[in-house]
């Protein structure tokens, strides 16, 4: 006994031949009977697992293992070999504990309520592991919601942007645990399986497009770090490892998506509603905040405390091109700095070339500074106090806002990525800017305004 149809660990007894007799474990969606592996190394630690549950066990080359005995649920690239129950002890410790007696109530009504109880108690332990096929067979809408992707297309592209860095990648632990953590790496080198999982530290517990799933949940939608973990089945330590590990790359390789365009670019490319009034226009800049976690430090208090938002926020500033593609962002500052200390600081004047236009609201009084390098602004006229404007300036004004839109329209689309839309985590401070350039370059794949 032990090939054929019938799985070949000694305490299990799933046979393909009565379909009415499987037991199918929580973890497995589909029960399958894998065969044994053609890699010599591999199929002997097959036949040894089988032995811990069989005495005097006399190794057949066609001896099957359902997929209850693999930790995924079924053979796979990152564990392919059996490791679940295999023997009558490991059955007794994994089955689940058996439920108290319900005391009877004469009360239907609560009696009712225990009930609903216990459903709810069984629905929360149940786990459940989220990845990218399940969405896949889903709506569009579904996919844009869970990553802010289109489809899966772009996200699989990304993916395989991503996947040769992130390979080898060293996952963040703080700075003295990552300094003092000796580089092991795991490989399998076997085609079969195409196991190509190298990385230093010890091994994954997520895959790399679940990983990457998981960040883009996060920044999408602004989940906890414990709803995460949660969702994937994980320690929350390994979630904020995963999420700072993934930022830092992300941000290294998607900044490229955001371009400075030149000159004759911006030309070809200027919408209509620019032409007639302004044809020299290089940008539109505005400078936009997001609220974060109160500091304990006064200090940290002060420096980020808002007037405007009455709040602790993190100020940048944005500049997108006349269709509304993002060319610039900025480092994050503390919401007590202003528009033009943000401008003059962060180095944004050094991108502007002579007779270039920059449109921006009223309160960046940058126009000395653009004439220093023989460029000129774009603002709407002044208001003075109590007197009416004339209707030159109504008209002015008008126009403006008429284009201008488009900047407010593209940090409503940047706010869809909820992490910059809630209170930021004071843990994030350090990734704040990795955050912002990520959102941003994301946005950029995302079709034109104009």
């Known amino acids: 006994m032990g090939g054929g149809d019938r799985c070949s660990i000694g305490c299990c007894n799933n046979d393909r ?57 079924e053979r796979t690239a990152r564990c392919p070999i059996p490791t679940l129950f295999l023997t009558p002890s490991d059955i007794s410790i994994c089955k689940s504990p058996q439920k108290r007696k319900e005391r009877k109530y004469n009360d239907p009504g609560v009696s009712k309520i225990k009930k609903l109880k216990n459903n709810i108690a069984d629905t929360i332990n149940v786990p459940f592991t989220l990845c990218i096929s399940s969405i896949q067979l889903s709506r569009d809408a579904d996919v844009r919601f869970y990553t802010g992707f289109d489809n899966t297309e772009v996200f699989y592209s990304i993916f395989s942007f991503l996947r040769p860095k992130a390979i080898n990648m060293q996952y963040w632990k703080g700075v003295v645990q990552t300094a003092k953590e000796t580089p092991t790496r795991y490989s399998t080198d076997n085609s079969e399986f195409n196991l190509n999982y190298l990385k230093p530290g010890p091994r994954r517990k997520l895959k790399l497009e679940e990983e990457l799933l998981l960040v883009l949940m996060r920044l999408r939608l602004g989940l906890l770090v414990q709803d995460l973990s949660f969702r994937f089945q994980i320690s929350e330590a390994l979630v904020s490892s ?7 790359l992300m941000r290294l390789e998607l ?38 976690e109160t500091a304990s430090g006064l200090d940290s208090q002060a420096q980020c405390w808002s007037e405007y938002k009455h709040h602790c926020t993190l100020k940048f500033l944005v500049s997108i091109t006349p269709n509304g593609m993002f060319s610039y962002v ?10 033009k200390f943000i401008f003059n600081d962060c180095g944004f004047l050094k991108l502007i070339e002579p007779y270039d236009q920059v449109m921006a609201d009223r309160g960046f009084k940058i126009k000395e500074d653009l004439m220093m390098v023989q460029a000129t602004l774009a603002i709407p006229p002044s208001v003075v106090s109590n007197l009416p404007m004339v209707q030159r300036d109504v008209k002015e004004t ?20 909820r992490i910059l839309k809630n209170e930021i985590p004071i843990n994030c401070l350090p990734v704040c800017d990795d955050l912002v350039i990520i ?12």
């Not at 007799?21 to 199929?43: T, Y």
């Not at 900025?330 to 528009?339: H, I, L, M, Q, V």
């Open 330 to 339: 900025s480092p994050c500052y503390g919401g007590r700095a202003s528009d």
């Open 398 to 417: 008008s126009r403006i806002a008429n284009v201008r839109i488009y900047v407010e329209q593209a940090i409503g689309r940047l706010k869809t990525f």
């Open 439 to 450: 959102c941003c370059a994301l946005c950029n794949l995302m079709d034109p305004l104009c």
């Open 17 to 73: 031949r009565y379909p009415e007799k499987l037991i199918i474990r929580s973890h497995v969606q589909i029960l399958q009977f894998h065969g044994m592996p053609k890699d010599p190394k591999l199929r002997e630690i097959w036949h040894d697992k089988i032995a811990q549950g069989r005495v005097g066990y006399a190794r057949v080359s066609n001896a099957k293992i359902c997929s209850n005995h693999f930790e995924e649920g």
């Open 242 to 248: 995963i999420f700072i590990t993934w930022v830092r």
């Open 255 to 292: 900044s490229h998506l955001i371009i400075w365009p030149s000159k004759e670019c911006i030309k070809d490319n200027l919408p209509s509603c620019f032409k007639t009034f302004y044809p020299k226009v290089r940008c539109i800049i505005d400078c936009t905040e997001v609220f974060l």
